[in-house]
């Protein structure tokens, strides 16, 4: 409760929790609001904002309802953000825990992989996963995944490094436990706060890549995404600017939001951690 | 029959690029139900050979026979077994315990790793092993971090326990403790070790405290044995100079006397 | 005997668990005296020596006043940037002044003095701005207000964190000796090693340039010592300062502040938890629990005859070179 109270103290972490709070309602309420597949022509092509209020954010080249676009779109962002976020964060411990925990050659191996993640651009790697397995909700969020779990790995790493020199690491061994159970019982949880942190910078970075791929026509073809409504505008940006600048600005706002909660969150216990 | 038995233990470190001896043939035994206690200053090795002995860190040369087998020979599975019989209590109870974890769970751990009650009985010999410390059973759902010192450092005994062991480390074990609850824990230990017949290798920097619970005593300067002997004629006339050293820092009460 | 500080129902609140660690405490330090606090956790013993140096974070609940008597002439015109100290001034914290500060005669030494109140309380470490110290500054002259550092001399348990880890030792201490004696760095560098030589640091020429990490635990408590004295406080607070160490060098440690304080004509306040090692050291002992002063006395009356069952008990708990062996008690033999 006051730690909800510590949380909202700040405007930035208010405005993020906002940004948030809007776009969740959202993607909820897509379906409710808008029935029926939003890909659907509703009206006249590129009818601008403002003139229908049964259109209110107008029509693309297809005619189909921008507004409409929009929320779906939200579901998109939000969902494959989070996903490609929770995988990587998982991916990312696991393997950070096992190289810190067992050291050696293990160690040694692991990391390697981990440097050969992160020497190539995430995008790109993105960018050739989905070109090869083919585009799909799933594709896409491993695709982002796969970019986004070194930078976990590293910090859970160095987190593990220094947990498992304390004395109830070393009191787990006395009693007989398992190499394996001390690492992910005792040590991963508490080597966890510090990666959890960088959750906000991933799921941020996650939306921003899957509108990247969406936007050069490797998302999921099925569903409403900001990204390929950016892209969809672009043919028509001179007569239609909207079409590119309304997701684009629902982009934008997105990641502030995300990025501002998570901040927020960060300083809320930051503060915590120095009363303590 | 020796409970634990250590021959020409050594152990270097490198400390600025230059190897130096932590432990340098140290050999020593204990018996069944005896105190040994290892005294010596800071830097001395006594630490280094607790987690020798308990197989946390490897030795460079040197032998280790607990119960009578090859204490070294053993590994993976067939270690973490023998484990059982040979535990540890750390100076600094709260940071022994995994700050998130329960009291029943920390004395739940031994017991279903060396499957020694099913899980249903389980919260019973959880109760037991409390009661036996002289903690309330009612303390088992409590989280570490709520109990105090004095109980914590209770749990840890209670724990170390659990497994009927024939040895328990005791690191520094009571010097964190305010007096008052120190020789509360003092006693629980002798009274543990006069039912069980359990063996210590009692590490402390306190002769005062040595003199009171042990039986033997070695000193130890710079990894190396300086005497060893039973403890109270080794702390009423040492002869080595670290053991006089020890004695003339120990502060002393000078009671009823002019 | 004057009083260097007299402390009057001292009580303090942290907010977070809002217990009590310091109830009504009455205390007077004499000027020269060695006085020992002991107790144990939980006793108030070191929210007291944090409270007289003025440590106490920001948001704990004080009342009571202590009231300070510093003579003048001791410390001309040499005041601390108030980045580094603590802020004591008596603006702060919920402090009640009973009178206003008056100038009076030092009986004892003749000269004058300024007895003042002042609030030891609320005051924090760093984060202090020039200005924000100004805005809170007395009509009374700035030299009368106790200052840790310059008046007060602190040692803290762990040396390692008291120490910069990123700054030579000599440094740090030739920083204390420049910011409170006004010299210049080549006369502190110079002061700085003759502290090491006066604290037996073997070749201080060598350790002027290391690091702490560099140093022996005894080592690094010894340069934390030197740093405390280098200012030439009148009151040394030593607040657990020999716990961490091992019995050797905690004896060597004690004899070290017991000469200093003996050649400086220091008032020293030696917080412990070990009766017997307050007995070896001190003048006088104030037995704490649960943050009351449960008995107040010279070192042998409290030894040899206390007065309190709660100091008998402790005196009693005491494992010394001649008690009789738990084992013995116990009657187990293997």
Known sequence: MSRLRRFFRTPEAKAGATILAVLIVMALAAPMVFPGDPQAIAGPALLPPFQDWSLP????RLGRDVLAELFHGARTSLAVGLAAAAAALFI?????TLAGFASGLIDDVLMRITDAFQTVPSFLLALAFVSIVGPSLGVV????????????????????????ERDYVAGARVIGMHPLEIAFREVLPNALPPVLALSSVIVAAAILTEAALS???LGDPNRVTWGGMIAEGRTVLRTAPFLSVVPGIALVLTVLGVYLAGEGVVESTAVRRSLS | MTVLAVSNLAKRYHRGGKPFAAVDDVSFKINPAETLALAGPSGSGKSTIARLVLRLIEPDAGRIDFEGADFLAVSGAALRARRARLQMVFQDPLAAFNPRATVARVLDDPLRIHG?????????????????????????????HEISGGQRQRVAIARAIATRPSLVVLDEAVSALDVSVRGQILELLLDLQRQERIAYLFISHDLGVIRAVAHRVVILDAGRIAESGDARAVIANPQSAIGKALVAATPRLTRDRP | MTALLSIRDLSV??????VEALKGLSLDVKTGERLAVIGESGSGKSTLALAVAGLLARGVKIEGTVEWKISRSRTPHSFAPPSVLPDISPSRGEI???????PILNAAEGEPAAELLISPLEGEMSGRTEGGAVERQLSHPRDTIPLLGRDIGFVFQDPSSSLDPVMPVGKQIAEVVRTHLKLSWRDSYTKAKTLLERVRIPDPDSVLHTYPHQLSGGQKQRVAIAAAIAAGPKLLIADEATSALDTIVQAEIVSLIRQLVAEDGMTLLFISHDIALAATLADRIAVLRHGELIELGETRQIVEAPRRAYTRALLDAHLGLDAEPLLDRQGASP
């Not at chain 2, 019973?124 to 009612?138: C, M, Q, W």
């Open chain 1, 57 to 60: 954010l107008g029509t693309d």
């Open chain 3, 96 to 102: 009640e002044l009973s009178h206003p500060p008056s």
């Open chain 1, 141 to 164: 969020v491993a695709a982002i995944a796969l970019g986004a779990w070194t930078g976990p790995a590293r910090v859970a790493r160095a987190e593990v490094l220094s947990i498992r």
């Open chain 2, 116 to 144: 020694l009650a099913s899980r249903a009985e389980r919260p019973r010999h959880i109760a037991a092993l409390l009661e036996r410390v002289g903690l309330d059973p009612a303390l088992a759902a409590r989280a570490i």
């Open chain 1, 215 to 217: 936007f050069l026509g």
């Open chain 3, 13 to 18: 609140r942290y907010r977070r668990d809002g």
């Open chain 1, 92 to 96: 990312g411990s696991v393997v950070g």
